[in-house]
């Protein structure tokens, strides 16, 4: 009797973890439609090299910003980016002393990363990708669009998130907090790997 009992609440629990997950993707998938984000990524993870790739950063952000400023959504700043790539570029091979740097528009998978002020759930992303040299280093991940990089506060925060259109259920799950989200986002990301386990 007791281990039926428990069946069918381990069931129970499963179900509704499940449910959770489910919901989340489908968020995730919204959150996706209306971000950009920034990936750049280091030659080495030598110290030198992880240097070199925050001074690409910080000279690619403020163009990426001044390009993106009038942009009413994502999928407008995503043709803005790639109409640019030339310029995104050049900043930062002038701020990686000439070594090759490559810019690039492309969708990515990300892990659950958790920043200051929000964390954003594992899945595939539009990314604007800077490959600096080899590019086997440590990397640099944030959003440019909406501009959530330097949201320093949550009333930063959301207000960014309001212009990128974020609803109320996406800027909920983005300001969780790492406490609330991490088992919903750790079953989240099981049921995307057993989705493409499947898928394979």
Known sequence: MKIRIL??????AFTALSLGAAQTLWTQERLAEKT???HVVANSDDEADQAQKLAVRDAVLPVISALTADCKDAQ???????????????????ASNGREVTASLTNEAFPTRYYETFTLPAGTYPSLRIRIGAAQGHNWWCVVFPSLCFAATSD???ESAAVGGFDEAETDLITGGEETY????????WVQAL??????
Not at 7 to 12: E, I, R
Not at 182 to 189: L, S
Not at 195 to 200: D, G, R, V
């Open 195 to 200: 989705i493409e386990y499947l898928k394979s």
């Open 76 to 94: 407008q700043a995503r043709e803005v980016l790639a109409a640019h790539l030339s310029e995104i570029q050049a900043a930062a091979l002038t």
């Open 182 to 189: 991490t088992i919903r986002f750790k079953v989240f990301e």
């Open 156 to 158: 930063a925060l959301e």
């Open 7 to 12: 069946t069918w609440l381990m069931l129970v």
């Open 36 to 38: 950009v984000r920034l």
